[in-house]
């Protein structure tokens, strides 16, 4: 069953402004390592970083929080798995908050996808609970 939908559209060049204008310090706080890693190594990273951003908003709007307090940007990463396909990682608040979702007896599943056409990129999640095997 679909426990949490969200999606997002976002200005690449707003994200990329943001980028010009305060660099690591709006990258160390909205980006983990590993996504800062992974868009060094882009050709265009704020691109990159603007998808990853309109991931984050729809993956914080599916928990039915946004970003707050309790689920914070750097709980909620999206990375590519080896196929390129992106994959979503929640830990922290935003982890808390997707336990406190699935009810007794199933399992969360997140499914996320991202697409652009510049100057949009655009992001949409959905979280599933599906119910966990017999044991």
């Known amino acids: 069953m679909i426990i949490g939908i969200g999606t997002d559209c976002c200005a690449m060049d707003r994200i990329a402004s943001a980028i010009e204008r305060q660099g690591q310090p709006f ?3 909205v980006f983990t390592q590993a996504e800062r890693a992974a868009g060094a190594k882009r050709p265009e990273p704020p691109l990159y970083f603007a998808r990853r951003f309109a991931a984050k908003e729809a993956c914080a709007k599916a928990l039915g929080t946004g970003i707050n307090a309790r689920v914070r940007w750097l709980d909620i990463e999206i990375l590519n798995g080896r196929n390129g396909r992106p994959t979503l990682h929640l830990a922290g608040g935003a982890h808390r908050q997707l336990i406190r979702m699935v009810p007794s007896g199933h399992q969360a599943v997140v499914h ?17 609970a599906r119910c966990s095997p017999a044991t």
């Open 27 to 29: 990258l160390a706080r």
């Open 112 to 128: 996320v996808t991202i697409a652009d056409d510049p100057p949009l990129a655009l992001a949409f999640v959905i979280l599933e």
